[in-house]
């Protein structure tokens, strides 16, 4: 078998998928915007001249110009998730709810991206595409960005797949650079000019940010792409702000040709499928047991059949959660082909699959954390707090129920392939499992909720009846004589209205400290009831109105 210094990769595209949390935008007077309506502000920032500028759909031009890749990938997916991806037509009469929740805006003015590697090697690729992608009704904003290059060597791949999608340094070595960071990255524009470059040599900065805002600082050409939109652990000024939601490493799709993938060996694949960095030659850090279990949960093997040694077998898929990566045949038309080949599929049905699961990771990760949010900042001694905690449960509660019902499903596609490998990534990423957490969650909250409601219903009607008991004294007593105690018919009206006035007050007097004494007068109530409690005990009990509160 071939070295793998000698496998040269003809042809690699790499996607990255980095979703963000976006913070509630506050309006002029204060209020808080709904969930999910940022992509408003980036129309504003758009028309306003930002890079950012919202992106035509397939389905906005001459419906004679619409290429069989784009029929291809429409009926890969299953009605409610064409609905979802692409909107319905709003010209039907069909009670539709319209254009597609999903709102994309792409930046053009970056044209190649250029990596500095560890051994000082520079490698410039070219950028395919890089579009933000806003949700209508949920926070979350995925930044999709897909770079391209050729005739590059297997472990030069390696590497730009481990160090190119990361947010931020996690350590620095001896040297004062990035450990697991490309060296330098920076943004060339068509003239080759650099836009911004990264800085994950400067520690002292990184360190004081999170020493002053307890949150990691974006590396600087991250920060430079993602504006208007501005990191909210920080002292940038914006109305757009967003937070890290997940790992500082950008989960990624990745595209390999080469001539002969056969020659491919299993740490090669488990270095790719796992996105780990290249390894020596001369070096097997993995055990056959470590192979074993990569083939068996993150390999799908479907056209993989290596003792065949045909074009036709010679496709591998890998999906590990973090990654997705495929490897095949170079010479395979069937495989290179960027239109209706596996490269197409690749780059349109196999990254809305990924770019599904993971929005519904973020989203749920981002309900997961607005709950965490609003019962930490709960207050039970305060009234004000007890308000905002119920007013904040029960609108993540109904973002949460219209989440389910427009944005989760559990299958996307009624094709073998696409409907597997969807299956796939989701039981990586866990999504089942986080979506039923979240769900008991807010059903928890919910629930606390209806009980704190029913628990003052009940201190209402305690208090009522308290009222009613005594009251009914005073009714039975005035109405047995027949509430002539006074004859007033005779006397002016200002002598009635002083005698209304001289009873009303006492009376609303004593009916409002019967409502504040209510529970020990519930209690006294009770005690009278009760055969069991001696007539001592009773009055005890009712001298405790008295009583001031212990504090």
């Known amino acids: 078998m071939a070295s793998s210094a000698d496998i040269v990769v003809k042809h690699f595209r790499q996607i990255l998928i980095w979703p963000l949390q976006l913070m509630p935008t506050p309006h002029k007077d204060g209020e808080h915007r709904a969930m999910g309506r940022q992509w408003e502000a980036m129309e504003e920032a758009a028309a306003a001249g930002s890079p950012w500028q919202p992106r035509p759909t397939e389905f906005d031009g001459d419906p004679e110009q619409f290429e069989e890749r784009h029929y291809r990938e429409f009926v890969t997916f299953l009605p409610y998730v064409q609905r979802f991806l692409y909107g319905e037509n709003r010209a039907s009469n069909l009670g539709s709810y319209g254009h597609s929740p999903l709102h994309v805006f792409r930046r053009t003015d970056i044209s190649t991206v250029l990596m500095m590697f560890k051994d000082g090697a520079v490698h410039h690729f070219k950028v395919a595409h890089i579009d933000l992608y806003f949700f209508y009704d949920v926070d979350v904003v995925i930044l999709a960005f897909e770079i391209m290059g050729d005739n590059l060597p297997l472990k030069r791949v390696q590497d730009a797949l481990f160090r190119f999608g990361r947010a931020f340094p996690a350590q620095w070595d001896e040297d004062a650079t990035a450990a697991n960071c490309l060296r330098k990255v920076a943004w060339l524009n068509a003239d080759g000019d650099v836009i911004a470059e990264s800085d994950f040599e400067d520690r002292a900065g990184y360190l004081a940010h999170l020493g002053q805002y307890r949150a990691p600082r974006m590396a600087a050409h991250w920060d430079f792409l993602l504006q208007p939109l501005v990191l909210h652990h920080s002292s940038a000024v914006g109305a757009l702000r967003y937070r890290q939601i997940e790992y500082h490493r950008m989960p990624i799709l990745a595209y390999l040709a080469v001539d002969d993938p056969f020659k491919l060996s299993e740490e090669d694949f488990y270095r790719l499928g796992m996105v780990t960095r290249p390894g020596h030659s001369d070096s097997q850090p993995y055990t056959q047991k470590m192979f074993d279990e990569f083939e068996r949960t993150c390999c799908y093997d479907r056209f993989w059949v290596p003792e065949r040694g045909h074009a036709t077998a010679s496709t591998r898929m890998m999906c590990n959660g973090h990654a997705f990566v495929m490897v095949g045949m170079h010479g395979n038309e069937f495989y290179s082909n960027p239109y209706t080949g596996i490269l197409g599929q690749f ?49 993540l509660l109904e973002g949460f129920l219209r989440f389910n019902q427009r944005y989760w499903f559990r299958e996307v596609s009624n094709q073998v392939v696409s409907d597997q490998l969807f299956q796939m990534m989701s039981h990586h990423l866990s999504t089942d499992r986080l979506h039923q957490d979240v769900k008991d969650s807010v059903q928890s909250m919910n629930q606390y909720l209806e009980n704190d409601d029913l628990r003052r219903q009940a201190d209402t009607v305690v208090r009522l009846t308290v009222v009613t008991v005594f009251g009914l004294i005073g009714t039975t007593i005035t109405g047995f004589l027949g509430m002539n105690l ?3 018919a005779d006397e002016s009206g200002w002598i009635k209205l002083a005698y209304f006035a001289m009873v009303s007050v006492p009376i609303v007097w004593l009916i409002f400290l019967t409502v504040a004494k209510s529970k020990v007068l519930s209690e006294f109530l009770d005690a009278v009831s009760d055969e069991r409690i001696s007539f001592v005990h009773t009055v005890k009990i009712l001298a405790n109105i008295w009583r001031k509160k212990k504090s």
């Open 486 to 488: 006074f004859g007033l």
């Open 347 to 395: 780059r349109h049905q196999h990254f809305l699959m990924a770019l599904i699961a993971h929005f519904h990771k973020a989203a749920l990760l981002m309900f997961s954390d607005r709950l965490a949010v609003a019962l930490s900042e709960l207050n039970l001694k305060d009234v004000r707090s007890i308000r905002t905690f119920k007013r904040e449960i029960r609108l």
